[in-house]
Nanobody, 114 residues
Framework: VQLQASGGGLVQPGDSLRLSCAAS????????MGWFRQAPGKEREFVAV???????IYEDTVKGHFTISRDNAKNTCYLQTDTLKPEDSAVYYC?????????WGQGTLFTVSS
C-alpha cells in the first residue's frame, strides 16, 4: 500500500481542518490506519489510530477535538481536527499497519496561528 496525505494549510486558532490519507491497493480495509505528528524541534508523537474493525484510540491531548475515521470504499483515512490550537501545529504523517507491514505517507503540514 502507498499513502498520500493531504489537507494541510494555515488556519487560525479555533478553526477546523480535515486531513486525508489516500491509499493505493486493494487491501486497504485490512490495515489499521493512523496519524502521528511532529512539531519543530520535537519528536514524532502518536495522534490517533483506527483499526480495521473501526476501533479508535487517541492521544490524550487530542481527545474530544480530533476525530479519526475511514472510508474503505474510497481507500481513505481522515483526521478531522477541530478547535485547533497553536500547539497543534506540526507535520502530520499517516501510516498503515498490518501485521509486520508498516507504511508511512509523506507529511502534510498545518500551522495554527493568528
Amino acid at each position: 500500500v502507498q499513502l498520500q496525505a493531504s489537507g494541510g494549510g494555515l488556519v487560525q486558532p479555533g478553526d477546523s481542518l480535515r486531513l486525508s490519507c489516500a491509499a493505493s491497493g486493494r487491501t486497504f480495509s485490512r490495515f489499521n490506519m493512523g496519524w502521528f505528528r511532529q512539531a519543530p524541534g520535537k519528536e514524532r508523537e502518536f495522534v490517533a489510530v483506527i483499526t480495521n474493525d473501526g476501533t479508535t484510540i487517541y492521544e490524550d491531548t487530542v481527545k474530544g477535538h480530533f476525530t479519526i475515521s475511514r472510508d474503505n470504499a474510497k481507500n481513505t483515512c481522515y483526521l478531522q481536527t477541530d478547535t485547533l490550537k497553536p500547539e497543534d501545529s506540526a507535520v502530520y504523517y499517516c501510516y498503515a499497519q498490518l501485521d509486520g507491514t508498516l507504511r508511512w505517507g509523506q507529511g502534510t503540514l498545518f500551522t495554527v496561528s493568528s
